[in-house]
């Protein structure tokens, strides 16, 4: 007879967090709805634009003041990231854009045209966040934030390029030591005339 392993509580309350997370991020794949969330508090980033946050499902029990602490760490990681990544004449370099990000999500972003004006051809001229909303579902265990999904909806001027771009999707995030991180994503950008 084989001797049955048991996890530690710690580890298998890491590693439900880690699968309801998971779970959260993908069933928030389906379903592309254009409405953008709307917010129970608005804060103002670097870009003086509002962020309209709110606090959408809660999964697991979470006291409230743990919840709302847990929107406003998130909300601040995705106004740092956004106004890096798309806001002014030098975010085409999106210098600090990613310092919230994992090394493999960050090795992943600076790649892609979807996270940051980095790779766009041209000249962006004073880019410009016009719009910004985050809602931020959450997953609790034993009366802790234990992972998140923030659905981002961003509207970014670009006068150089005559345009006005939309980013939209979603970031995967986990706390860690000195904050929220996030390790995945799944962010698109639509291009449309100014």
């Known amino acids: 007879m084989r001797p049955r392993v048991v996890p530690s509580p710690r580890v298998r309350s890491a590693l439900m967090a880690l699968v309801?997370?998971?779970v959260l991020g993908l069933a928030g794949c389906s379903g592309d709805k254009d409405d953008a969330p709307k917010g129970d508090r608005a804060s103002s980033g670097a870009s003086d634009v509002a962020t309209?946050?709110?606090?959408?499902?809660?999964?697991?029990k979470l006291a409230k003041a743990k919840a709302a602490k847990a929107l406003t760490a998130i909300t601040t990681v995705v106004e740092r990231w956004s106004d890096a990544a798309y806001d002014g004449a030098g975010s085409?370099?999106?210098?600090?854009?990613f310092a919230a990000f994992s090394d493999d999500a960050r090795a992943l972003a600076v790649k892609q045209t979807?996270?940051?004006?980095?790779?766009?051809?041209?000249?962006?001229?004073?880019?410009?966040?016009?719009?910004?909303?985050?809602r931020v579902d959450l997953i609790a265990a034993r009366n802790r934030p234990a992972g998140a999904?923030?659905?981002?909806?961003?509207?970014?001027?670009?006068?150089?390029?005559?345009r006005t771009d939309r980013i939209r999707g979603r970031l995967l995030l986990t706390p860690a030591k000195g904050g929220w991180k996030v390790f995945g994503f799944d962010v698109r950008r639509g291009e449309g005339a100014s």
């Open 20 to 22: 309801l997370a998971t």
């Open 52 to 60: 309209n946050a709110r606090l959408g499902r809660v999964r697991g």
């Open 92 to 97: 085409a370099d999106a210098k600090g854009a």
């Open 114 to 134: 979807a996270l940051s004006n980095r790779r766009l051809k041209g000249d962006i001229g004073d880019a410009a966040i016009t719009r910004r909303a985050v």
């Open 149 to 162: 999904t923030a659905r981002i909806v961003l509207t970014v001027e670009l006068p150089g390029l005559d």
